[in-house]
């Protein structure tokens, strides 16, 4: 965590001197054991790596980065050539009257700084007066003295005036002359009468600054859930929009305790691999509907995005099959043609069940063939015979069969003396 001002800090930088001379390693900074590795303060640091070059004065970027309470950070010039070193506290020229700073950026990588801000070096820009004097010291901690008892009173007095809006913290100019109250609130808020009120209570000119949860955030400090210190607190400062979308790429459950930071927003972590996330995704088939198999329809339960792998269940079962990206692709192009493989494994359709084939079924053919040609080879003899009936002087007349005619016996008609004897 850093340290109560969050200015005294050195950023970790190595200094000697006479308390140093023993090993020549001193950590410059408050060196209370609370801003971080190495003794020094680490709020919003800017490693200097170019620390060890030195370039004669005449020739330095006269331009110098100053830190202030919560890790705000200003530009000045130093049109004195004061030599000063990383953690030295110099009093500075502000709107009205002065405040006390610490140095923690100067020479070539302010230039850098200012080029990637896009900020102009003009005749208007403030000046470094001095070196802090340990008078000036004094006075620097009597004023954030002020600082914790002043936010309490300001927000009773808030309380009162029944503002929508949620005081953060409290900053007093080194010369006890400015106040500046920040803030967040949702919606426009009416602060008029408050500034009157506050001005009468502290004796002081007072600034309110509307603030976003997440540099209140970064001001307020504090450890993520992944256990390390907040990197609004420490280096982010550039806060770009997060939305639900890239949870939704990383497979991240959309649980709104789990997504969302100390400022209640999403957290800002969310978009450190989005980038990544999304070229891998390009490889990865969107299935849109369960895989069709003979066992069922399988369902997508997860993907391993870098390993490439995609997991099936059965709606039956509760295992999870791993299938590599191109067996899903095998499988999508066979549902879509109407192809439904026996499996995972085996992709090949289910074929249908044959019955054995039996000695009349392989000669069902020749049977066919037996049958058509002996209708044709059917003599007319053998219809039956179609007797008509006849008059009483008529006698019937037997029908004959031009083809083949049948012999004919002729019947001697037998009287009654005629019967055979018995």
């Known amino acids: 965590m850093s340290c109560k001002s969050c200015t005294t800090g050195g950023c970790g930088s190595r200094s000697g001197g006479s308390s140093s001379a023993a090993n020549g390693t001193a950590v410059a900074g408050c060196s209370s054991g609370g801003c971080g590795t190495g003794g020094g303060c680490n709020k919003l640091n800017s490693f200097d790596w170019l620390s060890d070059m030195v370039l004669p004065v005449t020739q330095r970027f006269d331009v110098v980065e100053i830190k202030f309470k919560g890790g705000r950070k200003e530009y000045f010039r130093n049109v004195h050539q004061l030599d000063l070193t990383t953690g030295d506290f110099v009093v ?37 007066h001095r070196v802090a004097t340990p008078k000036d010291l004094e006075k620097h901690e009597q004023s954030i003295a002020r600082d914790l008892p002043s936010m309490y009173r300001a927000r009773e007095i808030i309380r009162d005036l029944n503002l929508n809006m949620k005081l953060s913290d409290v ?33 002081v000119r007072v600034e309110m600054r509307q603030i976003s949860l997440r540099q209140e955030a970064g001001r307020l400090g504090g450890i993520g859930s992944c256990g390390r210190e907040l990197c609004c607190s420490t280096w982010l400062t550039d806060f770009k929009n997060i939305t639900t979308s890239a949870a939704r790429y990383q497979n991240l459950s959309l649980n709104p305790a789990k997504l969302s930071g100390q400022c209640g927003r999403l957290k800002c972590c969310l978009n450190y691999e989005l980038d990544t996330y999304v070229d891998a995704l390009r490889d990865i088939p969107a299935v849109d509907k369960p895989l069709e198999t003979t066992k069922g329809r399988a369902f997508l339960q997860k993907t391993d995005i870098f390993r490439k792998i995609m997991w099936f269940g059965y709606s039956s079962e509760s295992t999870w099959h791993p299938l590599p990206i191109s067996r899903v692709l095998e499988i999508l192009d066979l549902n879509a043609k109407g192809v439904i493989p026996e499996s995972f494994d085996v992709l090949t359709p289910v074929a249908e069940k044959k019955e054995a084939a039996t000695p009349a079924a392989l000669n069902s053919d020749l049977d066919k063939l037996d049958k058509k040609y002996a209708i044709k080879q059917v ?33 001697k008609q037998r009287g009654p003396g005629n019967r055979r004897p018995s």
């Open 379 to 411: 003599p007319a003899a053998k219809k039956k015979k179609k007797k008509k009936k006849k008059g009483p002087g008529e006698t019937e007349a037997a029908v004959s069969q031009p083809a083949a005619p049948a012999p004919q016996t002729e019947k």
């Open 171 to 203: 900053e007093f100019q080194s010369d006890n002359s400015k106040a500046t109250f920040y803030y967040s609130s949702e919606e426009r808020v009416d602060f008029r009468e408050l500034i009157k009120l506050l001005a009468a209570e502290f004796k």
């Open 92 to 128: 500075v020229e502000m709107a009205s009257g002065y405040h006390l700073g610490s140095v923690s950026l100067q020479g070539e990588l302010v230039r850098l700084q200012l080029k990637k801000k896009s900020l102009q070096i003009t005749d208007d820009m403030k000046v470094i």
